[in-house]
C-alpha cells in the first residue's frame, strides 16, 4: 500500500460547493469541472499520484461525530475522486477537512482510491475548529471493516494547530506509526504553504526510519 506513498503527489483543491461561504455560484458540475481540470494539469505535468481535499469549503467542521462533512460534500468529493481516477490513470488519495477520517475512508473505499490523509491521527490538537482528538482506533477499525487496501498518511505536528501538551517531533511520529499504525507520516510548515522547518523534518526522517515521510507543504521546484 506504502509504494503510492513515494514520489511527488499534487493536490487538488476543489473549489466552494453549493452551501459553502465561499461559493460564488455555479452548481455542483461546475465545482467538479474545476476540480478535474486541476487533475488532469496535474497529470500532464508529469505528477505521480493525486490528492483530493475540499480546500475551499472552509471554515471546516471538526469531523467528528455532531461536526462531520455534510453529505453533498462526500458525495461530490466521490464523484471528483472517481473520475480523476479514470481520467489520469494515477493513484488517487483523499482528505476530508479538517479530519473526517471516516469520510475519507469511505470515499476511498467506493472508488478503489489508494490512500487518505489524516489530520490528527494520534493525540490531541488545538486548531481553528476547536480541540480535534485523533481517532485511530475508530479509523483503522473502519477500514478493517471495510476490507479495502487503502493507505493512511498522517501528519505529525500538523499545520494551523499545537498539540495540547508538549510533545517531540520524534514522539509524535513513533505515535503516529507505532501505536497509531499509520503507513507514512506527512511533516509541514506552520501553515498551508510554508516551508517545513528543516531540524524537525530530519528529526522526523531518523524516527520514521525505512518508513515513508512525506512533505507536506512549502515544496517548491529548489526544494525538490
Given at each position: 500500500m506504502t509504494s503510492v506513498l513515494r514520489g511527488l503527489i499534487g493536490v487538488v483543491h476543489v473549489p466552494a460547493m453549493p452551501g459553502d461561504p465561499g461559493h460564488r455560484g455555479g452548481g455542483f458540475a461546475q465545482v467538479e469541472q474545476a476540480a478535474l481540470a486541476d487533475a488532469l494539469a496535474l497529470a500532464e505535468g508529469g505528477i505521480?499520484?493525486?490528492?483530493?481535499?475540499?480546500f475551499g469549503s472552509?471554515?471546516?467542521?471538526?469531523?467528528?461525530d455532531g461536526s462531520r462533512l455534510p453529505p453533498h460534500q462526500v458525495a461530490l468529493l466521490t464523484l471528483v475522486v472517481r473520475e480523476?481516477?479514470?481520467?489520469t490513470g494515477l493513484p488517487i488519495g483523499v482528505n476530508c477537512l479538517r479530519n473526517d477520517v471516516i469520510a475519507a475512508l469511505g470515499i476511498a473505499a467506493a472508488t478503489g482510491a489508494a490512500f487518505v490523509r489524516v489530520n490528527v491521527h494520534t493525540g490531541?490538537?488545538?486548531?481553528?475548529?476547536?480541540?480535534?482528538?485523533?481517532e485511530a482506533d475508530r479509523s483503522l477499525r473502519y477500514r478493517m471493516a471495510l476490507g479495502a487496501p487503502i493507505a493512511l498518511a498522517a501528519d505529525v505536528l500538523v499545520k494551523?494547530?499545537?498539540p495540547l501538551a508538549p510533545v517531540t517531533m520524534t514522539d509524535a511520529v513513533?505515535?503516529?506509526l507505532d501505536r497509531g499504525l499509520a503507513d507514512a507520516v506527512i511533516v509541514s510548515g506552520a501553515?498551508?504553504?510554508a516551508p517545513v522547518d528543516e531540524p524537525l523534518l530530519r528529526e522526523a526522517r531518523a524516527a520514521a526510519g525505512d518508513r515513508a515521510v512525506l512533505l507536506g507543504s512549502g515544496l517548491t521546484p529548489e526544494r525538490v
Open positions: 505521480d499520484a493525486i490528492i483530493v481535499e475540499n472552509a471554515p471546516f467542521p471538526k469531523g467528528v480523476a481516477a479514470r481520467r490531541s490538537y488545538v486548531t481553528d475548529q476547536g480541540l480535534i482528538e485523533g494551523h494547530a499545537a513513533h505515535d503516529c501553515a498551508t504553504g
